[in-house]
């Protein structure tokens, strides 16, 4: 799921405030030769350097990242009012110490509720018979590999880009949560570099996670079985995304109108792996998508965010889950999103077809009325 919830905290030295002009001087110094130096700005013990770069962004990251260490400073590359500007942050290298305690015991409860979860849809009830929990395994194991690959594309794509990153946290939701999860995260604990490695921690984790997601609810139709609908029937019904649809008519072709799924507990885990997929990739604050829609249009990603939630309240007319889902965005996680170190140099053009192709995912993966009781 998201990875940056909220701007990271970094660790900041402290310097004494008589020798901070001290500390401008020096920094200005190891800028001077990258940078021609027009304007200058204080806030706090932050400082700004604008003017014409002498190099590319890339290059000028590159060489400043190791000269203001020492320091306890870390770069920002910017294009504002029409020029070049190096922030200077007096942020320093984080380390991530891995609570490994932490990351498997949440790991096992999340485990035990989907477990909960799977044998509730067997028809189980493993509170009154215990012994009977195992049937959840096809759909715990199936919903923990989509989310636990969906995570781990996130990590070692993090990791490839020298970023510091945690071990996914997985979120247990026992009863009466549908799935037993709330999902699973991981926490980025210093900045990106440049746009291009934002895209690709982003996008990393909902490709891989459709690569276990797609195959499972295939495999799962192919395992589940066709009811008459009844006027009287009473159930919990699954909304159809168009991808769902595609598959469901390639699967096991057209069905008649008093037919409907009755859908294996494989399958189920598949629905809610692209579900979660879909919720991810909506383009808005610290989602994957909203990394993608920052990566793609950069400054414009806020008007993007609030044409997202404008969307969602649309699809407020059809369930009331994107209501929340709206206020999450607005209220939680903000529509604000955090720079890379490089926010000058643009992505690839291989990389903007993937990012609006995750978009048009997006549409395809989205369910209008995603749950609801008959």
Do not use: C
């Amino acid at each position: 799921m998201r990875f940056w919830r909220r701007v990271p905290k970094f660790a900041v030295p402290s310097f004494p405030s008589d020798g901070f002009l001290a500390i401008e001087a020096e920094l200005r110094q190891r800028i001077e030769d990258l940078l021609v130096v027009d304007e200058r700005l204080l806030r706090g013990r932050a400082v700004s350097y604008g003017g014409q770069l002498l190099v590319s962004p890339g290059r000028a990251l590159e060489i400043l990242i190791p000269r203001l260490r020492p320091f306890g400073y870390t770069p920002f590359l910017k294009e504002e009012r029409g020029k070049s500007w190096i922030h200077t942050f007096p942020i320093g290298e984080v380390t991530v110490k891995t609570n490994l305690p932490l990351h498997l015991g949440l790991f096992l409860a999340t485990l035990l509720t989907t477990l909960l979860a799977g044998a509730l849809f067997n028809g189980v009830d493993p509170l009154t018979d215990p012994g009977r929990l195992l049937l959840g395994i096809p759909f715990a194991f199936t919903l923990l590999a989509i989310l636990g690959t969906h995570e781990f594309g996130h990590y070692f794509t993090a990791r490839h880009h020298g970023t510091a990153v945690t071990l996914p946290y997985f979120i247990p939701a026992p009863p009466p949560f549908l799935a037993g999860t709330l999902g699973a995260v991981i926490r980025m604990k210093s900045p990106v570099k440049d746009r291009s490695a934002l895209f690709d921690i982003a996008v990393a984790g909902p490709l891989a996670g459709l690569v276990v997601a797609i195959p499972a609810l295939i495999y799962g139709l192919l395992l589940s079985k066709q009811v008459v609908i009844r006027d009287q029937a009473h159930g919990l019904l699954f909304g159809d995304s168009l991808l769902v649809k595609i598959i469901s008519y390639l699967v096991l072709g057209p069905l008649p109108d008093d037919v409907d799924i009755l859908i294996h507990p494989i399958g189920l885990a598949g629905w809610f792996g692209l579900f979660v997929t879909a919720l991810n990739l909506i383009p808005a604050g610290q989602l994957d998508g909203g990394h993608i829609a920052y990566a793609l249009f950069g400054r414009r990603h806020r008007q993007v965010s609030i044409a997202t939630v404008l969307a969602l309240l649309g699809l407020g007319f059809f369930s009331l889950n994107w209501l929340v889902w709206a206020a999450l965005i607005l209220f939680l996680m903000g529509l604000q999103h955090n720079p890379p170190l490089d926010d000058i140099t643009s992505i690839s053009p291989g990389r903007r077809a993937l990012g609006y192709f995750a978009l048009l995912l997006l549409i395809l993966l989205i369910p209008p009325n995603p749950l609801q009781l008959q």
